[in-house]
């Protein structure tokens, strides 16, 4: 199992960036897809980017596309998602978990996920 904890979400202006960090311990997430799911209050978890193990490939929700960037750091077991030109309705709790599926249209977790805390992400003026 994957323990994640993250961190370097906060306050931005419309058009700002920010960098998510997140920092995995349990297991070597090099035998893990990883992803960043977000969660809008009162509605359930949504994938919003994975990438592989080896980070051959990422895969991205529609509406982040061309905005954020996921990578990985198998040595460091940290994985990173580097979200630009936010927009207000980027505004959510943001968690990082292993990806049971990461192909294009499908960002999934475990069913036996174990959640971190999550990092708060608000974009307003």
């Known amino acids: 199992q994957v323990q994640v904890e993250e961190s370097g979400g906060g306050l931005v202006p419309p058009g700002g960036s920010l960098r998510l960090a997140c920092a995995a311990s349990g297991s070597p997430i090099v035998n893990y897809a990883m992803g960043w799911f977000r969660q809008y209050p009162g509605k359930k978890r949504e994938g919003v980017s994975c990438i592989t193990r080896r980070a051959n490939n990422t895969y991205h929700h529609d509406s982040v596309k061309g905005r954020f960037i996921i990578s990985r750091d198998n040595a460091k077991n940290m994985v990173y998602l580097q979200m630009n030109r936010l927009k207000p309705e980027d505004t959510a709790m943001y968690y990082c978990?292993?990806?049971?599926?990461?192909?294009?249209?499908?960002?999934?977790?475990?069913?036996?996920?174990?959640w971190g805390q999550g990092t708060q992400v608000t974009v307003s003026s």
């Open positions: 978990a292993a990806a049971f599926d990461c192909y294009a249209g499908h960002i999934r977790e475990y069913d036996s996920v174990n």
